[in-house]
């Protein structure tokens, strides 16, 4: 084979993983505006994150649409309840398409179990991250519900036990992501949010991160979400950004 067609060949199988590690957030109140920004991403992104604000305005509707348009659905609903509910609110998530769903790590062993029991148990198992410490959470916050450890520290903790418990995955921050790969090896999937390219308006966001250092980092996708939806040309955006990933892989 000439050495060009195998740079070629190499270069696109790089493009197609870019695509898997990419989840754009798509944090917006309407269905419609959803359909438009899903419409402009076909074809450049394989991943759509439908979070709380967009899933309580346009229900499981919009979740099977983008299902049936080929996109592969992060539902990030983070689930906190008693073990019997989140086990059913799993496999009703898992039933209308969703391929990456949340639970709070917080819910404890029994709860983690049942819902792993509850996703292997679907026709589709959907893959389960654990959410250990919110970012919005410092130590100061931590120590008015009780908890009088560091973040990193409770972090771990509850990643280690969510782990033990079947979950397949984490999110964490940037700032975690190096420290939780080296604990919990290459297998763990680990999502990071708050992913910002250069020169990108950080908003509200603090632990933040470029795609290339989180990837390097040991990041197994990263959640991108304003800095593609609110660019003048999302689909320029989310591209770049895909640029950066796969340079990076
Ligand atoms: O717009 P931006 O890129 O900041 O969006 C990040 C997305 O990741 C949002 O949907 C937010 O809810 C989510 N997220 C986060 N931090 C976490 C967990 C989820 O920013 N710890």
């Not at 992104?45 to 659905?73: D, H, M």
């Not at 790590?105 to 996703?119: D, I, N």
Request: charged content about 20%; proline content about 5%.
């Amino acid at each position: 084979m000439k050495d060009n067609s195998r740079e070629r060949i190499h270069s696109a199988a790089k493009d197609r993983l870019a695509q898997d590690r990419l989840i754009v957030a798509l944090d917006v109140p309407t269905a419609a505006q959803a359909r438009e920004l899903a419409s402009q991403l076909s074809g450049i992104c394989r991943w759509i994150k439908v979070g709380l604000e967009l899933y309580l305005a346009a229900g499981t509707a919009i979740v099977e649409e983008l299902a049936t348009q080929g996109f592969s659905i992060f539902l990030d609903l983070k689930f906190h309840d008693i073990p019997n509910t989140v086990a059913g609110a799993v496999r009703s998530a898992a039933s209308m398409g969703a391929s990456l769903l949340t639970i709070h790590a917080a819910g404890g062993p029994a709860m983690l179990s049942a819902a792993a029991e509850a996703a292997a148990a679907s026709p589709n198992p959907p893959h389960l991250l654990a959410v250990t410490v919110l970012t919005s959470m410092d130590r100061q916050q931590l120590a008015a519900i009780g908890i009088e450890v560091s973040p990193a520290d409770q972090v771990l903790r509850l990643a280690r036990m969510a782990t033990a418990s079947g979950v397949h995955g984490l999110v964490c921050s940037a700032e975690e992501v190096r420290l939780l790969r080296q604990e919990l090896g290459a297998a763990m999937q680990l999502v990071v949010p708050g992913i910002r390219p250069a020169g990108a308006e950080v908003g509200d966001q603090k632990r933040i991160a470029t795609p290339s250092v989180a990837i390097r980092d040991g990041a197994s996708n990263l959640v991108v979400g304003r800095p593609i939806t609110r660019a003048g040309n999302p689909a320029q955006a989310a591209q770049a950004i895909l640029d950066e990933i796969a340079g990076a892989l």
